[in-house]
């Protein structure tokens, strides 16, 4: 007889198996894993209200260093490019023509006074002889208009001489103001102050100076309200490898609107004592027009374009995201400030955000630990 009992026994354990297994549900798929994201908070906080304008350096006093007399150029006493101080010298021309004008107009004025005196003498003396008829009214009115011929030349040869001494100063050129001195146009032993030989060098002031720009019309009763209240803050900046910063006050605003732009041209001034800016230079000016008090803010990195739009991902209470629309009002220090459907204490996504749709599951990523290299002398151990 066949012994089947070991058959029948596997039989059975299968079956018990099938049947534990039915009883079973259907397996459950495992959770998806969130993505993992860097967020921020919604907070308030007190914003400067700022506005920002292209702006153009310009200096204050800006002149053109003139010859204004004829003659050999004979000194150039200050190098191209240098700072002058008030009273200092940069160019001579060859005085000696000028001096011997004055010399000659010296003669001509003692000469005059010499005619004058004689004439006056004259006068004098004869005077008493008309009122006695001792010699005709004629002949004393004569002298009287030699006397008077005669002072008239003294004042022309006072005149003269002092168009000379004039003449003689121009042949010493100085700075009137602390400035920047330009390229030479002409050098020592040309002729000049004929055209086009006028104009020698520039010199221009660039301490303090002023930086122009122009807001729109529109806004020129916030800017008139907070001029009449005291002076209002500028900053300065210029872009580059080695940017400039500096701050100033507005000091002027144009009396007419530019019918061609329709804004107003203003100025502001600011020390400049390093001369790290040069007029004619670009900047950037930011105007401080108060604060938003309590303003709704979060980083500006946040917020990302949808066709025409802003939007942030908003974390939900339930770990996922929904994309909510927001307004930007400016931009301070990194934080966008804005209105929109987001309350203090909402997290967005400012980091990782390029995986997210509505709905996704996110978790906070994980701060990355800073990586400390050994000290030499102990990765040196080491490697032995």
Request: hydrophobic share 40%.
């Given at each position: 007889?066949?012994?089947?009992?070991?058959?029948?026994?596997?039989i059975?354990?299968?079956?018990?198996?099938?049947?534990?297994?039915?009883?079973?549900?259907?397996?459950?798929?495992?959770?998806?894993?969130g993505v993992?994201?860097?967020?921020?908070?919604?907070?308030?906080?007190?914003?400067?209200?700022?506005?920002?304008y292209?702006?153009?350096?310009?200096?204050?006093?800006?002149?053109?260093?003139?010859?204004?007399?004829?003659?050999?150029?004979?000194?150039?006493?200050?190098?191209?490019?240098?700072?002058?101080?008030?009273g200092?010298?940069?160019?001579?021309?060859?005085?000696?023509?000028?001096?011997?004008?004055?010399?000659?107009?010296?003669?001509q004025l003692?000469?005059?006074?010499?005619?004058?005196?004689?004439?006056?003498?004259?006068?004098?003396?004869n005077?008493?002889?008309?009122?006695?008829?001792?010699?005709?009214?004629?002949?004393?009115?004569?002298?009287?208009?030699?006397?008077e011929?005669?002072?008239?030349?003294?004042l022309?040869?006072?005149?003269?001489?002092?168009?000379?001494?004039?003449?003689?100063?121009?042949?010493?050129?100085s700075?009137?103001?602390?400035?920047l001195l330009?390229?030479?146009?002409?050098?020592?032993?040309?002729?000049v102050?004929?055209l086009?030989?006028?104009?020698?060098n520039?010199?221009?002031q660039i301490?303090?100076?002023?930086?122009?720009?122009?807001?729109?019309s529109?806004?020129?009763?916030?800017?008139?309200?907070?001029?009449?209240?005291?002076s209002?803050?500028?900053s300065?900046?210029?872009?580059?490898?080695?940017?400039?910063?500096?701050?100033?006050?507005?000091?002027?605003?144009?009396?007419?609107?530019s019918?061609?732009?329709?804004t107003?041209?203003?100025?502001?001034?600011?020390?400049?004592?390093?001369?790290?800016?040069?007029?004619?230079?670009?900047?950037?000016?930011?105007v401080?027009?108060?604060q938003?008090?309590?303003?709704?803010?979060?980083?500006?990195r946040?917020?990302?374009?949808?066709?025409?739009?802003?939007?942030?991902?908003r974390?939900?209470?339930?770990?996922?995201?929904?994309?909510?629309?927001?307004?930007?009002?400016?931009?301070?220090?990194g934080?966008?400030?804005?209105?929109?459907?987001?309350?203090?204490?909402?997290?967005?996504?400012?980091?990782?955000?390029?995986?997210?749709?509505?709905?996704?599951?996110?978790?906070e990523?994980?701060?990355?630990?800073?990586?400390v290299?050994?000290?030499?002398?102990?990765?040196?151990?080491?490697?032995?």
């Amino acid at each position: 007889m066949r012994n089947d009992t070991p058959v029948r026994f596997t039989i059975a354990i299968i079956s018990l198996v099938l049947v534990a297994r039915c009883g079973e549900g259907p397996a459950s798929s495992p959770k998806a894993p969130g993505v993992p994201v860097v967020t921020a908070m919604v907070a308030k906080r007190d914003i400067p209200q700022q506005k920002s304008y292209p702006g153009i350096v310009a200096s204050p006093r800006t002149i053109e260093l003139a010859a204004r007399v004829e003659g050999f150029l004979m000194k150039q006493e200050v190098p191209d490019g240098a700072v002058t101080t008030p009273g200092q010298v940069i160019y001579r021309i060859d005085p000696r023509p000028f001096e011997a004008a004055v010399l000659a107009a010296e003669g001509q004025l003692a000469e005059a006074v010499a005619q004058r005196n004689y004439a006056k003498t004259e006068r004098d003396r004869n005077e008493p002889l008309v009122k006695v008829n001792a010699i005709s009214q004629q002949v004393f009115d004569g002298l009287v208009t030699k006397d008077e011929t005669a002072e008239a030349q003294v004042l022309v040869a006072q005149a003269n001489l002092t168009e000379a001494k004039i003449n003689l100063s121009y042949c010493t050129m100085s700075s009137p103001f602390n400035g920047l001195l330009g390229a030479s146009q002409y050098f020592e032993g040309a002729v000049v102050g004929t055209l086009p030989t006028v104009n020698l060098n520039s010199l221009v002031q660039i301490d303090p100076l002023w930086v122009q720009f122009s807001p729109s019309s529109v806004e020129w009763p916030q800017y008139q309200a907070l001029l009449s209240k005291g002076s209002v803050q500028v900053s300065i900046d210029t872009d580059g490898a080695s940017p400039a910063h500096a701050d100033g006050q507005i000091v002027f605003a144009d009396n007419t609107v530019s019918t061609s732009t329709s804004t107003l041209m203003m100025r502001a001034e600011f020390k400049n004592p390093t001369g790290v800016f040069r007029p004619g230079a670009y900047a950037q000016v930011r105007v401080v027009l108060g604060q938003l008090i309590g303003a709704t803010v979060f980083p500006e990195r946040a917020a990302f374009a949808r066709e025409a739009d802003l939007f942030v991902w908003r974390v939900k209470s339930d770990g996922t995201v929904e994309s909510v629309l927001i307004k930007p009002i400016l931009v301070h220090e990194g934080d966008l400030v804005f209105t929109g459907q987001l309350n203090v204490g909402d997290r967005v996504v400012v980091d990782g955000m390029q995986r997210l749709k509505t709905g996704t599951p996110v978790v906070e990523a994980p701060s990355q630990p800073t990586v400390v290299p050994p000290a030499p002398a102990a990765a040196e151990e080491k490697s032995h």
